[in-house]
């Protein structure tokens, strides 16, 4: 049920059982989950997290992927489409392992999932939810052709947390090399 995509240096497949641990990992790392909601996340809080991710591709039809580097296989996190009920819009999201920054596997995988968004969801727009102060991130956005939009804020367990809505459209993104094709 869930696709594979593939780039040059990565596979993006579904979550599994074995991905749990160095997912928790990931999300205990309060570098890695400083702008991600719980922050950082208890095993269990990671383990709803995981669930989630899973429980969107039944309920949606679409959802998050893990990441798997083709090289050697190391899981480097989770990229793809999120949109729990009462989010602002078809969210595009990336959470990588910290010794994976910086190295272009963000936006690489996160215009698979964006790619895969566009040709599959009757979508006019895909966002992204970014903390104000989550620079990465946000250069991630721009090299995705997503550009900043209204600060909002997301409500999450009863919390509001701020976040900037970076969006592309459809039409835009149709416009940058490479997007429909290949």
């Not at 899981?75 to 729990?84: A, K, Q, S, T």
Request: charged share 20%; proline share 7%; hydrophobic share 45%.
């Amino acid at each position: 049920m869930i696709p594979r995509l593939e780039t040059e240096r990565l596979l993006l497949r579904g979550l599994c059982r074995e991905d749990f641990e160095p997912f928790a990992a990931i999300m205990a790392d309060p570098e890695v989950a400083r702008y991600v909601a719980p922050a950082p996340m208890s095993r269990a809080d990671a383990w709803r997290s995981l669930a989630s991710s899973l429980g969107h591709w039944l309920l949606r039809g679409y959802g998050a992927w893990g990441v798997e580097r083709k090289a050697d296989g190391a899981f480097l996190g989770r990229v793809g489409m999120i949109n729990p009920e009462g989010w602002p819009g078809l969210e595009i999201g990336w959470t990588l392992g910290k010794p994976y920054w910086g190295r272009g596997y963000a936006t690489e995988a996160a215009a698979a999932a964006m790619r895969y968004a566009f040709l599959t969801q009757p979508v006019a727009r895909l966002i992204s939810n970014i903390d104000p102060a989550n620079t990465a991130s946000q250069a991630v956005a721009v090299r995705l052709g997503e550009t900043r939009g209204p600060l909002s804020a997301l409500t999450i367990g009863g919390t509001d947390y701020p976040v900037e809505i970076w969006a592309i459209t459809r039409e835009e993104w149709t416009r940058r090399p490479g997007a429909a094709g290949a």
